[in-house]
């Protein structure tokens, strides 16, 4: 999920904290669990520092050890330790119970999003994205910031985010059976599909897919009722090309490659050089693939120019790519 709602979700899980008799009957305590939770909804995503380096490293951690099953306890286990200095007449397990529940909420909603996590780490370095839920969803954020509004207005916010959670998860019910409905819909009207991968707008109807058969991929759109098929690509290896093997080395094409479980290439040679592009394919808006990795090489092969990274609009794509074709 995005930032914000993980922050919210650390407020609401502290309030749901008030349930705990441990907590709830201790002013100290309540106010260490509170921060506890807050700051373990936003612990994993450390890594976003990774930004300031260069896309290729952010691409290629961001949501994957900080995610994993050692960290989840190691960020939990810090957190706690660090309150428990600055507050030690607070219950230490009750705080770290809680702070543990906070990191252990963040990365379970990750694995809704279409992004996913590598969350069984270190037992398997697998994306696991469901693809149910939007990275930011507005029902969930509003739900909570209700929910945090009747707390402030003097409410039991234990009884309060109890109710909110109860609603939170059925609506993910809903949007699983959604989910399942539309698979079966693309099932029946394809019959070698091996794999559907659901990336959720922000429209509660909106899914855009990418449909995986043995010889294509379809882009598509579906409104829950209706499957409406926007480009497909027929389903290619990467090449034993010279240029292929040389651009694998690269930084960027290697993050993408890490990252991207669907794609389309193309290999355009020049006079001077060759490029290589790679297309993400679970991201279609506004008539363009926005997340890409282009290298071009020289006639040596050797790397001039690379790049992996979010290009959300045709414009933008040319002026950020321009250099790279000079």
């Given at each position: 999920m995005d930032t914000g709602t993980h922050f919210v979700m650390g407020i609401a899980l502290g309030g749901l904290a008030t349930l705990d008799p441990a907590v709830g009957g201790s002013f100290l305590t309540s106010e260490a669990v509170l921060v506890g939770t807050i700051i373990g909804s936003q612990a994993p995503d450390l890594d976003t520092v990774l930004k300031f380096k260069n896309n290729a490293a952010y691409l290629k951690n961001h949501r994957g050890i900080t995610h994993s099953i050692p960290a989840v306890l190691l960020w939990s286990l810090l957190i706690t330790g660090a309150i428990h200095f600055i507050m030690p007449s607070s219950s230490l397990i009750h705080v770290w119970i809680w702070t543990l529940l906070a990191v252990v909420l963040h990365v379970v909603v990750d694995i809704f999003n279409g992004y996913g996590t590598q969350a069984l780490r270190p037992f398997s370095e697998k994306w696991i994205a469901l693809g149910t839920i939007n990275t930011f969803d507005?029902?969930?954020?509003?739900?909570?910031?209700?929910?945090?509004?009747?707390?402030?207005?003097?409410?039991?916010?234990?009884?309060?985010?109890?109710?909110?959670?109860?609603?939170?998860?059925?609506?993910?019910?809903?949007?699983?059976?959604?989910?399942?409905?539309?698979?079966?819909?693309?099932?029946?009207?394809?019959?070698?599909?091996?794999?559907?991968?659901?990336?959720?707008?922000?429209?509660?109807?909106?899914?855009?897919?990418?449909?995986?058969?043995?010889?294509?991929?379809?882009?598509?759109?579906?409104?829950?009722?209706?499957?409406?098929?926007?480009?497909?690509?027929?389903?290619?290896?990467?090449p034993n090309h010279p240029a292929m093997e040389a651009a694998k080395k690269d930084r960027n094409i290697s993050a993408f490659l890490h990252f991207s479980p669907v794609f389309h290439w193309q290999i355009k040679e020049q006079l001077d050089y060759t490029e290589i592009r790679l297309i993400d394919l679970r991201y279609f808006s506004?008539?363009?693939?926005?997340?890409?990795?282009?290298?071009?090489?020289?006639?040596?092969?050797?790397?001039?120019?690379?790049?992996?990274?979010?290009?959300?609009?045709?414009k933008r794509m040319k002026k950020k790519l321009k250099p790279l074709i000079d």
């Amino acid at each position: 999920m995005d930032t914000g709602t993980h922050f919210v979700m650390g407020i609401a899980l502290g309030g749901l904290a008030t349930l705990d008799p441990a907590v709830g009957g201790s002013f100290l305590t309540s106010e260490a669990v509170l921060v506890g939770t807050i700051i373990g909804s936003q612990a994993p995503d450390l890594d976003t520092v990774l930004k300031f380096k260069n896309n290729a490293a952010y691409l290629k951690n961001h949501r994957g050890i900080t995610h994993s099953i050692p960290a989840v306890l190691l960020w939990s286990l810090l957190i706690t330790g660090a309150i428990h200095f600055i507050m030690p007449s607070s219950s230490l397990i009750h705080v770290w119970i809680w702070t543990l529940l906070a990191v252990v909420l963040h990365v379970v909603v990750d694995i809704f999003n279409g992004y996913g996590t590598q969350a069984l780490r270190p037992f398997s370095e697998k994306w696991i994205a469901l693809g149910t839920i939007n990275t930011f969803d507005s029902f969930i954020f509003i739900a909570h910031i209700v929910g945090i509004g009747i707390w402030l207005s003097g409410a039991h916010g234990g009884y309060t985010f109890l109710i909110i959670y109860c609603i939170i998860a059925l609506y993910y019910v809903v949007r699983l059976l959604m989910q399942r409905s539309i698979k079966k819909k693309i099932l029946n009207r394809w019959k070698n599909v091996e794999n559907v991968i659901f990336n959720p707008t922000m429209k509660f109807r909106k899914w855009q897919l990418v449909i995986v058969t043995k010889e294509h991929y379809y882009v598509a759109y579906s409104n829950f009722t209706e499957i409406q098929i926007v480009d497909q690509f027929e389903r290619k290896e990467l090449p034993n090309h010279p240029a292929m093997e040389a651009a694998k080395k690269d930084r960027n094409i290697s993050a993408f490659l890490h990252f991207s479980p669907v794609f389309h290439w193309q290999i355009k040679e020049q006079l001077d050089y060759t490029e290589i592009r790679l297309i993400d394919l679970r991201y279609f808006s506004k008539g363009h693939y926005p997340f890409v990795a282009v290298t071009q090489l020289d006639k040596d092969l050797n790397i001039v120019r690379s790049y992996t990274g979010w290009i959300f609009s045709k414009k933008r794509m040319k002026k950020k790519l321009k250099p790279l074709i000079d």
